[in-house]
């Protein structure tokens, strides 16, 4: 018996029975004669390159479609040969259908996820600005190229007299597919970058989707017609049922497979959790859509697009199946489908004259979109720079690309030299754009003010006080209200206060930001508590507190824009970061949150926020009640970090049931007499004394000066009242070169919090009071200085967890 299989290119190989059995190489077994070994050994080696690639390619900013791309070409026979005796034992022409298969079928579910991820009300919401350049980066590119395919055809005799016939018929369809536009990869590509949730990322992601859909249409109405062409029926008839073949595909996907997934979007609701028998219905409807749509004479992967699309994305089905799914398929099984793709590519085929007529192509497109994408965005006053990256961003071409030039290939519509030159230039255009938008574009730059004091100790007395404050879990709900209870707001000083609930993005493609009004629904299941604890404290001080709630769905590694955005926009003077770790009141830790994931966000918030920033630490103290006093200590050393801290104690001390103590560590060396120290000196003089005035009436009010000379006596100072108050203020910065701080950097656990907060914060610190770590606004004309202070994390610490329960603190 001999089995007989169809290769990729076409050809017909016979091979025996036998290579679907092994012995083991123990009995002098081949297990590369099995195919299931075969196909092990493809996905492993795919994988692992991929991920190779990455690492190595990940400090110059290139994008994971690039890696792959590489690694698809680098095991093709381009490099190796079609002869090679090891490529040949890796990937036999026998395994190509398995290969095929397993491919073909990862590229399916990765599409099915992005359509899972893709929100079309975001259209919607796109105003003019994305609406005009998505639509213009649509038709612009795609017109530009067909006049540059015609004249090309019209002036073959002068320039190109030798040109191929094939390339002469599919020279129209090459122009379409380096022109058209796909949101998915424009997305990938700023998730990439980090750039999702920048105002950058929020225009091309709206654009992108715009101009996205559009590209999609016309390359589903183009290789249809083709299609029809192939089969070489009545073309009127066949064209008619392709198109009620494919209405009855939507209809079936909106009106039947939809309401299904939105009954599962209920029951999950209800139980709060997602059972496998949901997974695995999603899962055979994306096999069944893929199914129907190759019974249908269209691509396989349509099907399973639009299924995606009709899915809910974000929670709770959309993340479930994102998380269920995205890893296995996205690095097992998507590398292999570039290995497949990168077999096709053979250097050996090319022709200069070829390369000439699909790099002008190339270069016509992506002129085209890179002057659709400018032009509007100077006229509605973007700056040239970020105009210029944004038309950088919306030129990505990804796996899509790829996907459209193969289906292209297989309905023989392109030749396998224009295959290869077409794939070359994505590779190569995709390797040098991305360096370049991560080199031009900083989106941290618009949060360094110039002028602008965002801060608690520059604002107007009898003035309205604007803070935020970050939320990661309900649990942190109490401590961020006995806090806003003891900022004090009176009907002379209102408070404006803005909580973020941060959510992480997972089962969609863009972050979101949703507003909570009376009647919102979105994401409403996982606010609920925080939003209704917030509602409750604002109507109980109505008149004197306005309460704004939104819920933030965005990436731990861009959450920080969404933060110093919204603290732009809505002007605050200090945000209200928690503490990765969270004490209880008997000194156990609830280790609840993804630690690493959310220091890292509060870091970033650290280094870019365009106003204060105060980190708490909470242990479950510092809570107000009628029948007690709340002890406030501030230790005070010397810089803008201290005097945020001070003034914002001195607004506390405002509230007629909190006692505040001033502790000031003064150095008794009497060193550092140039002029920025005076300045300094000077400025912490000025808000001591305000405290002495402000001292005058209230026998609560205590002030202690310590003098110390090392780092062993502020130790010792800092020790001696760490459990004297139920809350303690402190700054983060202070001069590293200061005798008061030598050697404590070699100590720090956290050093996020600076010396004084990592001293009370530490595993091993013996205080059990809640505390505040607080760092001014950092303005332009500081930042030459800012290497004197500890700004940055200097080393990687390990979280270790702790078995304990949690209390919470009353609530007054």
């Known amino acids: 018996m001999r089995q007989i299989e169809a290769a990729y290119n076409g050809s017909w190989v016979c091979q025996s029975q036998n290579y679907f059995k092994t012995k083991g190489i123990f009995y002098g077994g081949n297990p590369l004669g099995h195919p299931k070994a075969v196909i092990l050994v493809q996905l492993s080696s795919a994988a692992f390159f991929t991920v190779i690639l990455r690492i190595l390619f990940n400090p110059l900013g290139e994008s994971g479609f690039f890696s792959q791309m590489i690694v698809g070409i680098l095991l093709g026979p381009s490099i ?22 397993f491919s073909y079928i990862g590229c399916m579910f990765f599409l099915f996820l992005v359509g899972v991820r893709t929100d079309l009300s975001i259209i919607k919401k796109s105003g003019k600005k994305a609406v005009v350049i998505g639509f213009l980066t649509f038709i612009l590119p795609l017109c530009l190229n067909l006049i540059m395919a015609a004249l090309i055809i019209k002036n073959r005799g002068k320039v190109h007299d030798d040109m191929a016939p094939s390339l002469e018929k599919s020279i129209y369809y090459i122009a379409a597919c380096q022109a058209l536009n ?34 999609w249409v016309t390359a589903i109405l183009i290789f249809t017609i083709n299609t029809n062409a192939i089969t070489g029926s009545n073309k009127q008839d066949s064209l008619l049922y392709m198109y009620l073949s494919m209405g009855s595909l939507i209809i079936f996907v909106v009106y039947i497979l939809r309401p299904i997934t939105l009954w599962m979007v209920k029951q999950m609701t209800e139980e709060k959790s997602v059972k496998e028998d949901h997974i695995f219905g999603v899962c055979l409807m994306v096999l069944s859509c893929g199914f129907f ?73 992506f002129t085209g979109k890179l002057l659709a994408t400018m032009l509007p965005a100077i006229y509605f006053k973007m700056p040239l720079g ?66 602008v004091r965002r801060t608690i100790q520059h604002t107007r007395t009898n003035a309205e006080l604007r803070m935020m404050a970050c939320i990661y879990t309900e ?106 770790r969270q004490w209880a009141a008997h ?60 003034a ?25 007499t140039n002029s920025t120290t005076c300045q300094s000196n000077h400025l912490d003089d000025e ?93 332009a004309n500081e930042l030459r200085g800012r290497d004197k202070f500890l700004s940055k994390d200097s080393s990687v610490i390990l979280d270790m967890p702790r078995n304990t329960g949690k209390v919470w603190p009353m609530i007054s």
Request: include cysteine; proline fraction near 4%; glycine fraction near 6%.
């Open 80 to 101: 190796w040969g079609a002869q090679n005796a090891l490529r040949n034992a890796i990937f036999p022409l026998r395994s190509v259908y398995v290969s095929q298969t």
């Open 182 to 215: 796909s949101f998915y990869v424009v997305v990938c590509l700023l998730t990439d970058l980090k750039l999702l949730n920048s105002e950058l990322g929020r225009l091309a992601t709206s654009s992108s989707l715009v101009s996205g859909m559009c590209s």
């Open 293 to 365: 749509g190759e019974a249908i004479g269209q691509h396989m992967m349509l099907g399973p697009m639009m299924l995606g699309v009709a899915v809910p994305d974000g929670p709770p089905l959309g993340s479930a199946l994102v998380a269920k799914l995205e890893s296995y398929v996205s690095a097992i099984l998507l590398p292999s489908y570039f290995v497949l793709s990168g077999s096709i590519v053979n250097v050996s085929t090319i022709r200069w004259k070829t390369v000439c007529v699909v790099e002008s192509l190339a270069l016509s497109a």
């Open 386 to 451: 970020d105009a210029l990256c944004l038309g950088l961003i919306m030129t990505a071409q990804g796996i899509t690309d790829v996907l459209m030039i193969q289906h292209a290939f297989s309905l023989k519509l392109i030749s396998v030299e224009a295959y290869t030159v077409m794939s070359i230039s994505m590779v190569l255009i995709t390797g040098i754009t991305t360096p370049i938008i991560k080199v031009l574009y900083n989106p941290s730059k618009r949060y360094v003010s110039h002028k």
């Open 475 to 580: 649990d942190q709900t109490p401590s961020i209200i006995n806090l806003l209870e003891l900022s004090n707001p009176t009907s002379r000083n209102p408070i404006c206060f803005y909580v973020v609930h941060l959510l992480e993005l997972t089962g969609r493609s863009a972050p979101l930001l949703v507003t909570h009004h009376p009647g919102k629904t979105q994401y409403a299941h996982y606010s609920e508590h925080i939003v209704n604890a917030f509602r409750l404290y604002e109507q109980q001080n109505r008149g004197i507190l306005v309460v704004n709630l939104f819920t933030a769905v965005s990436p731990y590694a861009t959450m920080h824009d969404e933060i110093c955005s919204l603290a732009i926009d809505k002007r605050v003077a200090m945000v209200i970061i928690p503490f990765h």
């Open 587 to 646: 000194g156990a830790m609830d280790d609840q949150l993804p630690g690493r994931q959310v220091r890292s966000a509060n870091c970033n918030i650290l280094h870019n926020a365009p106003c204060s920033v105060g980190i708490l630490v909470d242990r479950g103290t510092g809570t107000i009640s009628s029948s007690s006093l709340c002890n406030i200590g501030v230790i005070f050393v010397q810089g803008p970090d201290d005097r945020e801290a001070l």
């Open 648 to 672: 914002y104690a001195l607004r506390m001390g405002d509230h007629p049931n909190v006692r505040l103590t001033l502790v000031r560590i003064i150095d008794t060396n009497k060193k550092g």
């Open 687 to 779: 808000i001591i004394n305000e405290f002495r005035i402000a001292m005058v009436g209230k026998k609560y009010h205590t002030y202690r000066e310590e003098g110390v000379s090392d780092s062993v006596g502020t130790v010792g100072v800092i020790r001696s009242v760490e459990n004297s108050f139920d809350l303690i203020l402190v700054g983060r910065r202070h001069d590293k070169d200061s005798p008061l701080f030598l050697g404590l950097t070699e100590w720090n656990e956290f050093p996020e919090l600076g010396f004084v907060g990592d001293m009370l914060a530490s595993s091993d610190s013996n205080c059990h009071v809640s505390v505040l770590i607080v760092q001014q606004q950092t303005f």
